[in-house]
Nanobody
Framework: QVQLVESGGGLVQAGGSLRLSCAAS????????MGWFRQSPGKAREFVAA????????YYADSVKGRFTISRDNAKNTVYLQMNSLTPEDTAVYYC??????????????????WGQGTQVTVSS
């Protein structure tokens, strides 16, 4: 089992940057694919980015490609989401998620088994 705790959210002006972290418990973090999802008020949770267990492949939503970067440090049991050039449309609660080895579809939230509690990101105009 994996427990996930996100951090790094906050209030930032448009054009600014934030780096989210997701710390995982357990000794097998390196065996899990990780994803970031987000949910805005009144909207469904949506895929943001994902990374394979070894960091060899990454996936991004079109809306964040070129602005966000997902990475992981298996020695620290942590996955990161570097967010640059933020816009008010990026305002949401951001969640990290884990799936053992490889989800069938890394962009599909229902393929993930473990979730963090979320961290709020607010981008002001």
């Amino acid at each position: 089992q994996v427990q996930l705790v996100e951090s790094g959210g906050g209030l930032v002006q448009a054009g600014g940057s934030l780096r989210l972290s997701c710390a995982a418990s357990g000794r097998t973090f390196g065996s899990y694919a990780m994803g970031w999802f987000r949910q805005s008020p009144g909207k469904a949770r949506e895929f943001v980015a994902a990374i394979t267990w070894n960091g060899g492949n990454t996936y991004y939503a079109d809306s964040v490609k070129g602005r966000f970067t997902i990475s992981r440090d298996n020695a620290k049991n942590t996955v990161y989401l570097q967010m640059n050039s933020l816009t008010p449309e990026d305002t949401a609660v951001y969640y990290c998620a884990a799936h053992y080895v490889a989800p069938r579809n890394p962009r599909n939230q229902y393929d993930y088994d473990y979730w963090g509690q979320g961290t709020q990101v607010t981008v002001s105009s």
